[in-house]
């Protein structure tokens, strides 16, 4: 089935000279991606939130526990399933059992659709399946009703020893769904079956600003090979490790940042001769769900806070305190779907190293300079499966199967600095 493609208002320029570079180099592109993925292993699963402003590409989230797989199209099942098989064989060569750590919010009808649709596509690709639950309100077998129809059953996971198991289902490994934001449960400590992804890249210990910096040198190794301009791709950014907006402590390491970054990306707006203003998105370091953000255009911004506005800022998920803030590039989004248009995202979906599919985050009361995570988004899914790592060269270098391949490239170089990412943190742990 065809599904339309949002339209790019500013369809010139240097991204669309950007895609037709992706085009002619292809080759060189998936044989670089090839040897990179070959001295770092991909993280199990992750999605990429990226933002198309026509003179620029780049992502500006990447989650390593990523809902949402309701929203995919059943045309990516045989993706996902085959993606699945090496990904769980990567570590479990004989697997049988698996066991699916889902977020503990089950009254979140819409999360669950995504955990039931996700257990689905682990048993497709021949596992035996059983979700279990770390929330403290699971204490016995829970049967949650599907809006879509049939439910779905949660069951408290249990430990001997330093095994992992639901009753006599032993699994072989345990994939988490749960970004353990709150902290690492003493449950999923020193286990002796794997996680996937391990708990040490949650959002308990995770960074943003740590994300970022490991992208930043994936993209300059990436453009030094293609012979291009690395900001293209990259989102300029800084960071304050010390805020409490409640208090106005780190109000001044803020605006500075603000300030230094705005000039940094206005001398790049010069560079190109973009005429739109700079703008930067500051939220926080650690954290999902589109809690804790905002855009500013002048350091005055951050000083000018009202307190409804500093509550919301100093608010995490699960009822934490944001501690830390990235001062992020701001990248407009152009692409606009529907009548009225609303402006849409991109959000691209991996398992292992492949492009399994994904989905346009689309808002109508959202601007093209804000985040469109937000309630009151909707979803509007995409044919990654003809395009996500098969340009057509027969096809302008913005058309549909060659702008979803140029996403898949960005895409999949924040899950290359993602891999980084774990094996850094590995490393750092074992040191």
Not at 18 to 29: K, M, P, V, Y
Not at 79 to 106: D, G, K, M, S, Y
Not at 391 to 399: A, F, L, T, V
Request: hydrophobic letters at 40%; aromatic letters at 8%; one cysteine or more.
């Amino acid at each position: 089935m065809t599904r339309a493609v949002p339209n790019l208002a500013v369809a010139a320029g240097p991204v669309l000279e950007l895609e037709s570079r992706f085009l002619e180099s292809q080759a060189a592109i998936e044989s670089w991606l090839r040897r990179e993925w070959a001295e770092t292993t991909a993280p199990f699963y992750c999605s990429v939130d990226l933002r198309n402003a026509g003179f620029k590409l780049a992502p500006v989230d990447t989650n390593l526990f990523p809902a949402g797989f309701n929203n995919l199209s059943d045309g990516f099942d045989s993706l996902c399933i085959q993606a699945l098989q090496t990904a769980v064989e990567r570590t479990c060569p004989t697997a049988a059992n698996l066991v699916l750590v889902p977020e503990n919010h089950t009254r979140n009808r819409f999360y669950m659709e995504s955990v039931a649709r996700l257990k689905r596509l682990l048993e497709r690709a021949g596992f035996m399946v059983r979700v279990g639950s770390v929330s403290p309100e699971v204490t016995a077998p829970t049967r949650i009703e599907l809006d879509s129809g049939g439910e779905l059953l949660l069951e408290p996971l249990e430990r001997n020893g330093d095994r992992l198991h639901i009753g006599g289902f032993s699994p072989c490994a345990v994939v988490l769904n749960n970004d353990l934001s709150s902290g690492v449960p003493d449950i999923l400590r020193g286990t002796a079956q794997p996680l996937l992804p391990p708990a040490e890249v949650s959002w308990a210990q995770r960074l943003k600003s740590q994300h970022f910096a490991h992208y930043r040198e994936v993209t300059r190794e990436f453009a030094d090979m293609l012979g291009i301009d690395p900001w293209l791709i990259t989102p300029a950014f800084r960071n304050c490790g010390n805020i409490n907006f409640l208090k106005r402590e780190g109000e001044d390491c803020l605006a500075a940042n603000v300030e230094g970054l705005l000039q940094e990306i206005r001398k790049k707006y010069t560079e190109y001769g973009i005429e739109h203003e700079p703008f930067v998105v500051v939220k926080a370091d650690a954290g999902t769900y589109g809690m804790g953000v905002m855009t500013a255009k002048h350091p005055d911004e951050l000083r000018q806070l009202n307190r409804n506005m500093r509550k919301k800022m100093a608010s995490a998920k699960g009822g934490g305190e944001v501690t830390g803030a990235i001062i992020q590039e701001g990248i407009y989004t152009f692409e606009t779907l529907g009548e009225p248009p609303a402006v849409a995202e991109p959000v691209v979906y991996m398992i292992d190293h492949y492009v399994v599919g994904g989905f346009y985050r689309v808002h109508a009361e959202r601007g093209i300079d804000e985040n469109l995570n937000a309630p009151g988004a909707r979803f509007h899914q995409l044919a990654f499966e003809d395009a996500g790592v098969a340009p057509d060269n027969r096809c302008g270098p913005d058309e549909t199967p060659n702008r979803f391949y140029a996403y898949g490239v960005v895409a999949r170089l924040a899950m290359l600095a993602a891999a980084r990412e774990i094996q850094s943190t590995r490393q750092e742990a074992a040191a």
